[in-house]
C-alpha cells in the first residue's frame, strides 16, 4: 500500500477516534507538520516505528493503518432502491460503515455492549407464516403474530425505535440521507449487529413505515438482497410493505375506531383522526379502509391527496405536528452505540469528535452537553519536549564527524521530536 493511502487511513481512524491532529501528534510522539504530511501523503518516507506509534495511539491494529477498513468489506447492505439512486444508495452507506466501524472500534476498548442474540439482541421469536401464502397474507401475518407476542393490543405502537431496539435487537438510528434513500439496513455479519437508518429528512409517519418496512425484511430473513429495481416491487418489498401497514395500524383496531367515531362511514376528517391517532399517513389509512370495505376504491381514490401537514392544520393538531416534525429532523444515533461512544470517551479511548460525529452535532456543543452531565474524559497526555541540548550536541557531533550519531537529516523520518 502507498503512503498516500496509509495516509488517508491514518486520517480516517483519526476522525473515528474523534482526535484533533494536535491530539494524536501528541500521543503518537510526533509534531503536527508531521502528522499533516503523513496524512496528506506528502511524507517521502514513514518508518516501522512510526506507524507503530501511530496505531498504539489510535489503538487500532497496525494492519488496520495498512489494509482496507475490514468492516466495510464484511459489512452487508440491503439498500432498496432503483438504479437511478446508485449514487445516493452508495453516499448512504458510507453513513452505515462510520456507525459500525466505530462500534467495531470500541469492542477494542473492552467496552461492555448487550447482548445480542440470533436476531441481533432479539427476545422476539415468531414463526414465520407459510410462503405458499400471498405477500400481503404473509406481512399480515406476521405482524399479527408480533402484536400477540408482544400483547399490544390493538393501539398504536408507542415508541417503534425502543421496539425496535430492545424487543428485535437492531440498531436504529435517524440520520442525513440523501432523499432518494428512505432508509436501508446495514449488517455486520461478523460482529451479528444489524443497523437500520432512516432518513430524517422525511416526515415523522414516513419515518414509522420505513423503520417498520425494515423491520419486516430483519425478521422475514430478506438479509442483504436488493428488493427494488427501477421501480418495479418484488415479492419481499410487497410483504414488508404489508407487514409495515398491519403492525402500525392492525384492521381490528381500525375497524373498532371507525366504529365508535365514524358510525355513517368515514369522510376525509375520520380517516385523518386515525391517521393521527395511530401515526400513519392517510395513504396507510386509506387502504386498510378499502380492504375492510369501509371505503370503495372509487371513495378511497376521492380522499387520497393532502399531506400530513395539510391535515394537521386542518383539524385541530398542526402545532403539536410541526413540533413532530421538528423532533424528527433531528438526527438520532443508535443509543447503544451511543453510549458506548460516551463511555470510551469518559475513559479518554475517543475524542468528542466521534460522539458529536455519531449525533451530527458540533464538536464544542457536544463537549459543553457531556460537560453538563458531569461527564468530562481524563487530562490529555502531556506532549513530549524537546531536548534542545541533546539536540546541539548531536549537530555538533554530526560536524565533527562522530561515529554513532544520526544526522537530523538521518532522522528525520523517525525521531518523535521531529
Known amino acids: 500500500m502507498n503512503l498516500e493511502e496509509i495516509g488517508r487511513r491514518v486520517a480516517l481512524e483519526r476522525s473515528h477516534a474523534g482526535m484533533t491532529q494536535r491530539d494524536l ?5 510526533l509534531s503536527q507538520p508531521t502528522l499533516h504530511r503523513i496524512e496528506a501523503g506528502e511524507r517521502p518516507a514513514l518508518t516501522a516505528a512510526e506507524l507503530d506509534r501511530l496505531a498504539v495511539a489510535l489503538d487500532v491494529p497496525l494492519t488496520r493503518l495498512t489494509r482496507a477498513n475490514p468492516v466495510g468489506q464484511r459489512m452487508r447492505v440491503a439498500a432498496r432502491g432503483g438504479r437511478s439512486a446508485a449514487e445516493d444508495l452508495s453516499v448512504a452507506t458510507r453513513t452505515a460503515e462510520e456507525i459500525l466501524t466505530l462500534d467495531d472500534r470500541m469492542d477494542a476498548f473492552a467496552l461492555r455492549s448487550e447482548h445480542r442474540g440470533d436476531v441481533g439482541g432479539a427476545s422476539l421469536t415468531c414463526e414465520l407464516p407459510p410462503e405458499s401464502l400471498t405477500a400481503e397474507d404473509q406481512g399480515r401475518g406476521l405482524a399479527r403474530a408480533v402484536r400477540g407476542k408482544l400483547e ?9 425505535a425502543e421496539f425496535a431496539e430492545s424487543v428485535v435487537g437492531v440498531d436504529t438510528a435517524v440520520v442525513d440521507l440523501p432523499h432518494l434513500v428512505s432508509g436501508f439496513t446495514a ?21 414509522r413505515f420505513t423503520l417498520a ?18 421501480g418495479e416491487r418484488t415479492h419481499a418489498e410487497t410483504r414488508c410493505d404489508a407487514f409495515a401497514r398491519h403492525l402500525l395500524l392492525p384492521e381490528p383496531g381500525l375497524a373498532r375506531w371507525m366504529r365508535e367515531n365514524a358510525p355513517d362511514g368515514p369522510g376525509l376528517k375520520e380517516c385523518a383522526l386515525a391517521a393521527h391517532h395511530y401515526e400513519v399517513s ?14 370503495t376504491d372509487d371513495a378511497a381514490k376521492s380522499l387520497e391527496g393532502p399531506t400530513g401537514r395539510q391535515l394537521a392544520w386542518s383539524y385541530g393538531w398542526g402545532p403539536q405536528y410541526a413540533a413532530a416534525c421538528g423532533a424528527a429532523s433531528q438526527a438520532r444515533p443508535p443509543r447503544r452505540v451511543l453510549e458506548r461512544a ?17 449525533q451530527g ?13 458531569g461527564i468530562t474524559p481524563p487530562p490529555p497526555p502531556s506532549p513530549k519536549r524537546i531536548d534542545v541540548s541533546t539536540l546541539i550536541a548531536r549537530r555538533a557531533g554530526h560536524r565533527d564527524g562522530s561515529t554513532g550519531q544520526h544526522s537530523v537529516r538521518e532522522r528525520r523520518d523517525g525521531d518523535p521530536w521531529e
Open 152 to 160: 399490544l393490543g390493538l393501539g398504536p405502537v408507542a415508541n417503534l
Open 361 to 373: 452535532s458540533e464538536p464544542n456543543a457536544t463537549a459543553l452537553e457531556l460537560a453538563d452531565a
Open 342 to 358: 460516551v463511555e470510551a470517551y469518559r475513559a479518554g479511548k475517543i475524542g468528542v469528535r466521534a460522539v458529536a460525529a455519531l
Open 282 to 295: 392517510l395513504r396507510v389509512v386509506l387502504i386498510q379502509c378499502r380492504r375492510l370495505g369501509l371505503l
Open 213 to 230: 418496512h425494515e423491520l419486516g425484511h430483519v425478521l422475514f430473513g430478506d438479509g442483504s438482497d436488493a428488493h427494488l429495481l427501477d
Open 25 to 29: 501528534a501528541a500521543r503518537a510522539e
Open 187 to 207: 449488517t455486520d455479519p461478523d460482529r451479528n449487529v444489524i443497523l437500520v437508518l432512516v432518513n430524517s429528512t422525511n416526515v415523522p409517519e414516513r419515518q
